[in-house]
């Protein structure tokens, strides 16, 4: 099954429009500013799932499929695929819905690994009963 048959797969984390601001000058948003608003969908996942405070410790697997363009609205989709004792693996997702109201493409996704931390910054226990 190729991208532009499936759908989106987790929970909808975030929806954010792209900006002029946040491209270049052919209008193609920047990839890092893609992989952020990724990072901030996979952030409110692991917060919520940890119970607190996490931090991004890594990011892998990246594919970008399609650029995103000045007016798309970007949906970042996360599930998490593996909880350890103290990080998380999810996977991410992100789609762009066209200012032309075509059907949502798969533009980007991944795989990020967030720990959770304490007051201190320290690593610290994820319930694994959650």
Same mark, same amino acid.
């Given at each position: 099954?190729?991208?532009?048959?499936? *759908?989106?797969?987790?929970? &909808? /984390?975030? +929806?954010?429009?792209?900006?002029?601001? $946040?491209?270049?000058?052919?209008? $193609?948003?920047?990839?890092?500013?893609? &992989?952020?608003?990724?990072?901030?969908?996979?952030?409110? %996942?692991?917060? /919520?799932? %940890?119970?607190?405070?996490?931090?991004?410790? *890594?990011? @892998?697997?990246?594919?970008?499929?399609?650029? #995103?363009?000045?007016?798309?609205? &970007?949906?970042?989709?996360?599930?998490?695929? +593996? #909880?350890?004792?103290?990080?998380?693996?999810?996977?991410?997702?992100?789609?762009?819905?066209?200012? @032309?109201?075509?059907?949502?493409?798969?533009?980007?996704?991944?795989?990020?690994?967030?720990?959770?931390? @304490?007051?201190?910054?320290?690593?610290?226990?994820? @319930?694994?009963?959650?």
């Amino acid at each position: 099954m190729s991208a532009d048959d499936r *759908a989106p797969k987790g929970d &909808l /984390q975030i +929806r954010t429009v792209a900006m002029p601001a $946040d491209a270049n000058p052919n209008g $193609d948003i920047f990839g890092g500013w893609v &992989l952020s608003q990724m990072d901030i969908a996979g952030g409110v %996942a692991a917060q /919520q799932r %940890a119970g607190g405070r996490v931090a991004t410790v *890594a990011v @892998d697997a990246m594919t970008f499929h399609r650029p #995103v363009f000045i007016g798309d609205i &970007l949906c970042c989709y996360t599930t998490i695929e +593996r #909880v350890g004792r103290t990080s998380m693996t999810i996977r991410i997702e992100a789609w762009a819905q066209r200012r @032309d109201h075509s059907p949502r493409v798969l533009v980007t996704e991944g795989t990020y690994t967030f720990v959770a931390i @304490d007051e201190t910054r320290r690593p610290r226990p994820v @319930d694994p009963e959650v």
